[in-house]
């Protein structure tokens, strides 16, 4: 069932899907909409099934799933996977690949391969204190309070030496 992100716990499980471009603002309404219904109908069978999306920047697909009312199968998160898949094709961007790096460069959301991102520490164009996206956090929590980040507080530090 779908419900209003903020209602979930904070140890929901959730999956960023970064896109490798933003999405066109005629794109927007559709694939919200694509979204809600894919979660709406996801696991409508079970009642206790609660789950929720955000779509943030206009790049960041996220799914969340309440771990705590019912246990996701690989069978379950296989269905998601497939959805991601479609809407790679249907809007040719690529969602799954996590050996990219998003960042901040002002106000604009940068998606870069990680040598392109080691050049742009290396040339002094990011510091440290330039925002990094984590897309491998794994809970509502660490979402909402880790996902943006400087780079010289997350895992990413180690390619400032």
């Known amino acids: 069932m779908y419900v209003d992100y903020n209602s979930l716990p904070?140890?929901?499980?959730?999956?960023?899907?970064?896109?490798?471009?933003?999405?066109?603002?005629?794109e927007i309404e559709e694939i919200e909409g694509k979204i809600k219904n894919f979660i709406e109908n996801w696991k409508s069978d079970n009642?206790?099934?609660?789950?929720?999306?955000?779509?943030?920047?206009?790049r960041f697909i996220i799914f969340a799933v309440d771990v705590e009312s019912y246990q996701l199968t690989n069978e379950d998160i296989d269905i998601s996977v497939?959805?991601?898949l479609e809407l790679q094709e249907t809007y040719h961007v690529s969602l799954l690949d996590k050996m990219n790096?998003?960042?901040k460069q002002g106000?604009?959301?940068?998606?870069?391969?990680?040598?392109?991102?080691?050049?742009?520490?290396?040339?002094?164009a990011l510091t440290g204190k330039s925002?990094?996206?984590?897309?491998?956090?794994?809970?509502?929590?660490?979402?909402?309070?880790?996902?943006?980040?400087?780079?010289e507080d997350s895992w990413y530090n180690r390619f400032l030496r």
Do not use: G, M, T
């Open 10 to 26: 904070e140890d929901s499980k959730v999956w960023v899907y970064p896109s490798d471009r933003k999405f066109y603002p005629n």
């Open 101 to 103: 790096v998003c960042f």
């Open 82 to 84: 497939s959805f991601i």
């Open 131 to 151: 925002i990094i996206f984590d897309n491998l956090v794994s809970n509502k929590e660490d979402l909402d309070n880790h996902w943006e980040l400087a780079i």
């Open 47 to 58: 009642e206790n099934f609660k789950a929720s999306y955000q779509f943030l920047y206009n």
């Open 107 to 124: 106000e604009f959301v940068q998606y870069k391969e990680l040598k392109d991102f080691k050049k742009l520490l290396k040339n002094k």
